[in-house]
């Protein structure tokens, strides 16, 4: 589990960095705060995603929702988003997520906002 501490360190690149592989399971989500923004990291297929863990429709923490392969439901309204790219895939939300970069370098996560 990644801790929740404010990342606040920068790399020279932007770069965050936020806790390390073996943290994040395929086909789960952890939440933290890197700066100013709650960041939603999930593990599908190997690959990770970052995006906005508020939901841009009731402004729920999206992770108190499910993640469903690629599918991240809202825990208010269940609202679907795609967790790749942020796209709304059900309502009732109408904006989509915010998506940061993400890598993985040397068994470590870093994240840019």
């Known amino acids: 589990m990644i ?14 960095f936020v806790g390390y592989s073996t943290s994040i399971p395929d086909g789960e989500m952890q939440e933290l705060t890197v ?13 990770l995603y970052a995006v906005d ?5 009731a402004y729920a923490e999206l992770v108190d929702g ?7 439901y809202c825990p208010l309204h269940f609202a679907c988003f795609d967790v790749r790219n942020g796209e709304v895939l059900e309502g009732p939300a109408t904006e989509p997520l915010p998506v940061f970069d993400v890598t993985e370098e040397n068994g470590e996560i870093w994240v840019k906002v």
Do not use: F, M, P, Q
Not at 5 to 16: A, I, M
Not at 35 to 47: C, M, S, Y
Not at 53 to 57: A, F, K, L, P, V
């Open 35 to 47: 700066g100013k923004e709650v960041v939603l990291i999930a593990r599908i297929d190997g690959n």
């Open 3 to 16: 801790d929740k501490t404010n990342y606040t360190e920068l790399t020279n690149n932007g770069y965050h």
């Open 53 to 57: 863990g508020i939901c841009s429709h």
């Open 66 to 72: 499910e993640l469903d392969e690629h599918c991240l």
